[in-house]
């Protein structure tokens, strides 16, 4: 079964330093990949997705994920974070011809 | 603008009451999804529909109920079969569902009285 995982369900960064939220996948098939972000009481929002098209994917608001497959990883990063990012963010992969699966998410806090 | 819209943004259902949530979308899109996310567990499937006049069970699909009479509209009936409710409710649309980008209306909140 394909299944994403997301380390942390909580990272906390000051404002400024690096954004490093984790998610590893398991796909039996080349998966596509994306990140949504959710505000609080709002629906989600697609951050970036990843066709196979380039590992290197840049998306809203500053942020980028890279596709590593020897380690089944599709992490997103952001150099600077601001007081604006804080909120939760999903990883989820669609392998194949398959709907998506969603991580269970990782609340980023931003401290000034 | 496109978009999807649920309604109401807050629900509240009595003990034995069956409640409907309003989804609508005008991004002329086949496919619809509805999500129940509760604090750490992430989302969880429903049920979707690939096209009008059907649609499949999810992960969790007890206690719920949908119908697909147009391809704008996704209703979901909460049932007073469903008997721990209480949860934000999303839904969702994409083109197909084969690796297409969902997109998501701003939510439900449900409460039980």
């Known amino acids: 079964a394909q299944s994403v995982t997301q380390l942390g369900s909580h990272v906390s960064v000051s404002e400024g330093a690096l954004v490093l939220l984790r998610c590893n996948y398991s796909?039996?098939?080349?998966?596509?990949l994306f990140w949504y972000v959710q505000y609080p009481n709002q629906g989600l929002q697609l951050l970036l997705k990843y066709t196979s098209a380039a590992t290197l994917v840049k998306g809203i608001n500053g942020f980028e994920a890279e596709f590593k497959k020897s380690e089944t990883s599709f992490h997103l990063t952001k150099p600077s974070a601001h007081m604006s990012d804080a909120a939760e963010y999903f990883c989820?992969?669609?392998?194949?011809?398959?709907?998506?699966?969603f991580g269970t998410g990782t609340r980023l806090l931003v401290s000034p | 603008d496109g978009g999807i819209t649920q309604s109401p943004k807050y629900l509240f259902r009595k003990e034995g009451q069956n409640v409907t949530l309003s989804c609508e979308q005008n991004?002329?899109?086949?496919?619809m999804y509805w999500y129940r996310q509760d604090p750490g567990q992430g989302l969880r499937l429903i049920y979707y529909?690939?096209?009008?006049?059907?649609?499949q069970k999810g992960d969790i699909a007890e206690g719920y109920s949908v119908s697909r009479e147009k391809k704008e509209s996704f209703p979901l009936t909460v049932t007073s079969a469903q008997k721990n409710p209480t949860a934000f409710y999303l839904c969702a649309s994409s083109i197909g569902t084969s690796q297409e980008t969902q997109y998501f209306g701003p939510g439900t909140r449900l409460l039980v009285l």
């Open positions: 529909s690939q096209i009008v006049n059907d649609f």
């Open positions: 796909s039996s098939v080349p998966p596509y």
């Open positions: 991004l002329n899109h086949d496919a």
């Open positions: 989820a992969v669609s392998p194949g011809f398959q709907k998506l699966v």
